[in-house]
């Protein structure tokens, strides 16, 4: 089997990008990672009812700034969830979905291909790159998921991580 067909493959070296500031529909939430797939839920229902014009995949930011922060955060369910969807045009809002713009700015980009729970490799490799590179995070990682889980075979699952960088 072919590195690429194994689950867990880190699909490219870290590249530096620059990412456009971004219209989004998001939520957040306080509480365990494992409400994602809820919040991913409610925020697609919400958004497919207003007809929304979707622009990009949805995303998940994690705004703690280190594996230990995120673990502990998660075990204590006090990780500050977000999720937010790229979109073309300002909606309405309720009282847990918002409109607002994400920043853009100068991120570290990489991609795991495979299941989300076997994504560790792939930010052990991004801490140690920003660590070889003397770069600082300046704001929330964000995974991006480019294909639906619902779709495709576990092992073809494909996440886009951007660390935003100094």
């Keep these: 089997m072919d590195e690429d067909n194994r689950a867990g493959v880190i699909m490219e070296e870290i590249s530096v990008v620059e990412v456009p500031p971004q219209l ?3 939520m957040t939430r306080t ?20 007809q929304a014009k979707i622009t990009g995949p949805p995303m998940f930011l994690c705004h703690e ?13 006090s990780a ?3 999720i937010a969807v790229p ?28 299941p989300y729970e076997e994504c560790k490799p792939v ?6 790159w920003l660590k070889e590179n003397n770069k600082k995070l300046t704001g929330p990682i964000r995974e991006m998921y480019l294909n639906d889980p619902r779709e495709v075979p576990k092992e073809e699952i494909l996440t886009e991580i951007h660390a935003p960088i100094e």
Excluded at 31 to 50: A, S
């Design 31 to 50: 509480g365990p990672y494992r409400q994602i797939p809820e919040m991913m839920k409610d925020i697609f229902t919400y958004l497919l009812g207003k």
């Design 123 to 128: 930010y052990d490799k991004l801490f140690t």
């Design 87 to 114: 979109i073309g045009e300002k909606l309405d809002e309720t009282d847990e979905i918002k409109c607002y713009e994400i920043p853009g700015g100068k991120m570290a980009r990489i991609v795991h291909k495979g």
């Design 65 to 77: 700034m280190c594996e230990e922060e995120a673990i502990e955060a998660d075990k204590n369910n």
């Design 80 to 82: 500050k969830v977000e």
């Design 24 to 26: 989004v529909m998001g």
